[in-house]
């Protein structure tokens, strides 16, 4: 699961680099520029972890993911339990049976090693897109509350604080617990 937060940071970080890169880059109208240079532009931050620990529809999605990862384990066990009895079975009575017999039973083992593979490899790809859909998901509804939450604040820019992009906060601009109790009575209110 930490790959996931570690993706939800990702898309984040280029999200704010995309955000300076643009806004820095481009020609903007003197409006702009005169309250750039007055000091007029708010800027707040949130801390990603603490939406990940406090809001409830990221819990709700990440104890789906492991519930899904726990469900593809036991799949993948049950095909590992199924080779290794084949495998006990040949090693036991192996010596009993004719070389044709025993050619046929480990391409049987080949076959159940392969499977094993082959389903390990797609229920992990499935889960990865699954997560990427869901983190999607969660990213869409923070963005969508900050839209609103925004319309009075006016904040040029919020961020969310990564301990890797940023080396000094200001506390005075976290905005974090705001986000998370709104996040949370909209979920609430949704459900």
């Known amino acids: 699961m930490k790959s996931n937060s570690w993706i939800i940071n990702s898309v984040f970080a280029v999200a704010i680099i995309a955000l300076f890169v ?24 949130f801390e990603i ?20 990862d726990i469900e593809n384990a036991k799949q993948l066990t049950s095909l590992k339990n199924a080779f290794a009895l084949k495998y006990q079975d040949l090693q036991k009575n192996g010596q009993y049976l ?7 039973r480990q391409q049987e083992l080949a076959q159940l090693e392969k499977n094993y593979t082959n389903k390990e490899q797609q229920l992990a790809a499935e889960l990865q897109e699954e997560s990427f ?15 609103v939450y ?20 200001d506390t005075a601009y976290d905005i974090t617990s705001d986000i998370v ?8 209110s949704k459900n």
């Open 133 to 147: 859909k869901r983190l999607q998901e969660v990213k869409k509804k923070i963005e969508s509350f900050l839209v």
């Open 49 to 68: 972890d603490s939406i990940q620990n406090s809001y409830s529809f990221f819990k709700d999605v990440k104890s789906a993911l492991q519930a899904k």
């Open 150 to 169: 925004n319309k009075n604040k006016e904040f040029a820019y919020i961020f969310s604080s990564n301990p890797d992009l940023m080396y000094y906060k």
């Open 181 to 188: 109790k709104g996040l949370n009575a909209e979920y609430k």
């Open 98 to 104: 004719s070389q044709a017999e025993v050619g046929s």
């Open 22 to 45: 643009l806004h820095f880059n481009s020609n903007s109208t003197p409006i702009k520029s005169a309250a750039l240079n007055a000091g007029g532009v708010k800027v707040a931050y």
